[in-house]
């Protein structure tokens, strides 16, 4: 799962992100989704779950982003209102990458210092045919 803040800005600083990721950590276990990762860059989020049998995937997501922009707002991690921009990324993995992928996750920071999520993203949906909704 891939999501991004209101006009991609950067508006989570690292100790804003920290407790983001550590929300919807708890969050997901309390909504009994099984989130195996997750990292809050500046301006996107990575979340690699195990997609429960009674959710939809746009469910998921509305609980995810509905619930932690409640959150972050209502605990003021940030100066002024925080939103999530419209849409999002989701996209399967198979049992065997999904190491793979938790570890890609996990080295996040080190990855964007090379590429920016905007260029990655491109490159993404130019390998796997996929069109880009940029609005």
Not at 42 to 70: M, R, W
């Amino acid at each position: 799962m891939i999501w991004t803040t209101l006009d991609r800005e950067p508006m989570l600083n690292k100790p804003a992100a920290a407790k983001a990721s550590r929300f919807l950590s708890n969050y997901s276990k309390e909504k009994g989704i099984y989130l195996k990762i997750n990292y809050f860059n500046a301006e996107h989020v990575h979340a690699l779950i195990d997609l429960p049998t009674n959710k939809c995937i746009e469910e998921v997501f509305q609980l995810f982003k509905g619930g932690s922009s409640y959150w972050i707002n209502e605990n003021k991690l940030l100066r002024g209102k925080f939103a999530w921009g419209r849409g999002y990324g989701a996209f399967s993995v198979s049992h065997s990458d999904v190491e793979r992928v938790a570890a890609y996750i996990a080295t996040q920071e080190e990855h964007h210092r090379k590429r920016t999520f905007t260029d990655e993203f491109q490159i993404f949906v130019k390998k796997y045919g996929l069109e880009w909704h940029d609005e």
